[in-house]
């Protein structure tokens, strides 16, 4: 998993994952995101190179998400695959972790925390 991030404005974040968010993946991830989701005003997780999606590597958006919400912010998801965006779907996560499907409108979703 690679992970590459990039300040939007002031106090938001654009992160790029390309990989595997697996067992493997969700290592790489879980301490750039916990310290991003507790720094930043805004998060927009790009998910167009994520190939699979386990368990883990939701818990670790999950827990990105809810840190975000408490301090008033949000986290998107940026164009993640098909397969991706229904596993989320059909875990119930939409209103959580909300998909968008262009960087204007992840932009936008979080540009209120900005």
């Not at 590459?4 to 697996?22: F, H, Y």
């Not at 991830?29 to 005003?41: E, S």
């Amino acid at each position: 998993m690679e992970l590459v991030t990039t300040d939007i404005g002031n106090t938001a974040a654009r992160v790029a994952l390309v990989g595997k968010l697996d067992i493997a993946g969700a290592e790489v991830v879980a301490l750039p995101l916990a310290t991003l989701a507790g720094a930043k005003q805004g998060l927009i997780i790009d998910m167009s190179g994520v190939s699979f999606l386990s368990s883990i590597g939701i818990r670790h958006l999950i827990m990105a998400a809810n840190v975000q919400s408490r301090r008033g912010a949000r986290l998107v998801l940026l164009n993640p695959t098909t397969l991706i965006a229904g596993v989320l779907a059909n875990a119930g996560l939409a209103d959580l972790l909300p998909i968008v499907h262009s960087e204007a409108e992840a932009i936008s979703a979080v540009s209120f925390a900005d």
